[in-house]
T-cell receptor, first 113, second 117 residues
């Protein structure tokens, strides 16, 4: 069963705007990861945030994690048409990290040129 | 290309037939994972290996499914007596497990899309 739930399910914005996607999960985690999936391609790892971290940045990406609310958000700033993809959060729940990932259902982001 | 590769990329089969997929991980990676993804959903974990040992299997992995990683390098996933409900994208991922409690990212292959008629 899916642990994560992304919100919104679909998001359409104009190029240059910021995009925010949210993820909620149900159990305690070791870390949370965000992946991107383009149509017809495999998943690409974007960023990993550990359970003891609250915020992390990577280029135009900003991830926050609130373990008390069991939620995370992914912000993409200054979006580009190439950012059009499905975005998934994935949680690693194991005490000894590095095993299975539990993915949410994803947010479909469309960036219009 | 030194990424994760999967073969075949597409497979169409008739119900009741057996199919086998192959995954070649990144060469220095000791962990290999199989996931299944249906349309509009996120990937669901099936099983994973550390070297040649299969350490965890999901309840999704019925007795018709079997996975192997005989030499700790490539892996195969076999589905026997396929059913229409097996139609999905089968994704393979690999990672390098350095030490316990060190989180690591998984690198995914392009997937094998299975269609069962």
């Amino acid at each position: 069963s899916q642990q994560g739930e992304e919100d919104p399910q679909a998001l359409s914005i104009q190029e240059g705007e910021n995009a925010t996607m949210n993820c909620s999960y149900k159990t305690s985690i070791n870390n949370l990861q965000w992946y991107r999936q383009n149509s017809g391609r495999g998943l690409v790892h974007l960023i990993l945030i550990r359970s003891n971290e609250r915020e992390k940045h990577s280029g135009r990406l900003r991830v926050t994690l609130d373990t008390s609310k069991k939620s995370s958000s992914l912000l993409i700033t200054a979006s580009r048409a190439a950012d059009t993809a499905s975005y998934f959060c994935a949680t690693d729940r194991s005490e000894t990290s590095g095993s299975r990932l539990t993915f949410g259902e994803g947010t479909q982001l469309t960036v219009n040129p | 290309d030194t990424g994760v590769s999967q073969d075949p990329r597409h497979k169409i089969t008739k119900r009741g037939q057996n199919v086998t997929f192959r995954c070649d991980p990144i060469s220095e990676h000791n962990r290999l994972y199989w996931y299944r993804q249906t349309l509009g959903q996120g990937p669901e974990f099936l099983t994973y290996f550390q070297n040649e040992a299969q350490l965890e299997k999901s309840r999704l992995l019925s007795d018709r499914f079997s996975a192997e990683r005989p030499k700790g390098s490539f892996s195969t996933l076999e589905i026997q007596r396929t059913e229409q409900g097996d139609s999905a994208m089968y994704l393979c991922a690999s990672s390098f497990r350095l030490a316990e409690m060190v989180p690591n990212e998984q690198f995914f292959g392009p997937g094998t899309r299975l269609t069962v008629l």
